[in-house]
């Protein structure tokens, strides 16, 4: 998706796209001859294959809840999770290194209406985000709910609803959210808007 200078900066400076996840994909059978995709800051993406799948690799607990957890969030806008691979070693950070198999999400074309809602968000949240700025930590938190409480015109019915379960997903879990850095929004085939990575440990 194309950012305009304001978003751009956005992501520079409360997102962290440009710190990747610097440890190798461990051998294991499952993985053994795939392709890399994507890397993230805690987390590294493989083609299953099939074009319908991947395999992630993650590292933080706060994805790991996101993705597993059986009060995770769920409907059309959250990622979809074939299975849980469980544990497949130790990431340098010190926190255990998942393997799940979920579906493939793709990136944003920015002249669709997920492309459209998806600016839009971005917008609304990083100027919510300058104004709890002195809230530090917990800025993420109460931009997150200004969403809520006033969206863009672009973001109605299921996914204002998604903005709603995601809020409480990260009340509950004590995490951070972020829509900002790059790929933490994504689209399914079909042109469905997905919160594919969009929590982080404070």
């Given amino acids: 998706m194309s950012a305009d200078s304001g978003t751009a900066s956005a ?21 053994d001859g795939l392709v890399e995709i994507g890397r993230g800051e805690y987390s590294v993406v493989l083609d299953a294959g ?25 409907g059309p806008h959250f990622p979809r999770i074939h299975h849980d691979h469980g544990v497949i070693g130790r990431a340098s950070s010190g926190h255990l290194l998942h393997l799940l198999d979920m579906e493939r999400l793709y990136p944003i074309a920015a002249d669709s209406p997920a492309g459209a809602a998806a600016e839009a968000l971005i917008e609304a949240y990083w100027v919510a985000c300058q104004r709890w700025a002195n809230l530090g930590a917990d800025m ?7 969403l809520i409480e ?10 204002r609803d998604a903005l709603r379960v995601l809020a409480g997903f990260i009340e509950a879990y004590q995490v951070m959210p972020d829509i900002l850095s790059e790929g933490n929004l994504l689209v399914r085939a079909d042109g469905t808007l ?4 969009p929590v982080f440990l404070g």
């Fill in 194 to 197: 997905v919160f594919s990575d």
């Fill in 11 to 31: 992501r520079a400076r409360f997102g962290r796209a440009e710190i990747l996840f610097a440890d190798p994909v461990p051998a294991h059978p499952l993985l």
């Fill in 140 to 146: 993420g938190r109460m931009a997150l709910f200004d």
């Fill in 150 to 159: 006033s969206p863009p015109d672009t973001v109605v019915g299921s996914l």
């Fill in 50 to 74: 099939d074009g319908q799948r991947v395999f992630k690799l993650v590292s933080s607990p706060a994805d790991y809840f996101y993705y597993t957890a059986d009060d995770r969030p769920r």
